[in-house]
């Protein structure tokens, strides 16, 4: 190994550091903060360690998606599920952001990321698709673990947590969706929210 290549992957490396700064809208279980992204990164990749010992899934190649999918965020920010964005802009500054962090790595390390990133967007493999489960599964299980969480904060319905949470999951896993279904019944049930 050259140590140009070397260098260039310790300053990718480096760089990611900052994905810890990256503040997500979510609480963490005992309430006591709100998550990062590289937390979330890495919570997702214990998700699917666990949860895919019944899924047709490359579990290594899932982690691989997970670990990869919000690098972006570093320079494009999170973009909480409860709110209005202008997409087309959102996905200018994340495909920017993906040029600029990727593009820190060795040529064909940059390529191999960028594809994996590229990969989980757009969601058509099954790595990809599962992947995108966990994405939603991970903050709607928080939500339901601290009193509604975000979904309070944003008065969210029952029928629009349905909506935004439950065609990505159930593609992905319809047995985790069925799962998660009953999780938002009970939430919303015993709080007396919204349906």
Do not use: C
Not at 149 to 164: C, I, Q
Request: glycine share 6%.
């Amino acid at each position: 190994m050259s140590e140009a290549r070397i260098a260039e992957q310790l300053g990718f490396l480096a760089e990611i550091d900052a994905l810890k700064s990256v503040v997500r809208q979510s609480p963490l279980v005992d309430r006591s903060r709100r998550e990062n992204s590289a937390e979330h990164s890495w919570h997702l990749a214990m998700f699917a360690l666990v949860l895919s010992d019944d899924e047709a899934v490359d579990t290594a190649h899932v982690i691989k998606l997970l670990l990869v999918h919000d690098i972006v965020e570093i320079d494009a920010g999170d973009v909480p599920i409860h709110g209005n964005h202008d997409r087309q802009a959102v996905e200018a500054r994340e495909n920017a952001a993906a040029e600029r962090l990727f593009g820190l790595l060795p040529d064909d390390q940059a390529a191999t990321f960028a594809g994996l990133w590229r990969e989980f967007e757009a969601a058509e493999t099954l790595e990809a698709r599962f992947a995108k489960t966990l994405d939603r599964l991970q903050p709607l299980l928080l939500n339901t673990l601290t009193n509604g969480g975000t979904w309070t904060e944003h008065r969210v319905t029952e029928r629009e947590v349905h909506g935004r949470y439950g065609p990505t999951i159930e593609r992905g896993s319809p047995a985790l969706w069925r799962h998660a279904k009953a999780l938002v019944r009970r939430h919303f049930a015993d709080s007396g929210g919204q349906r």
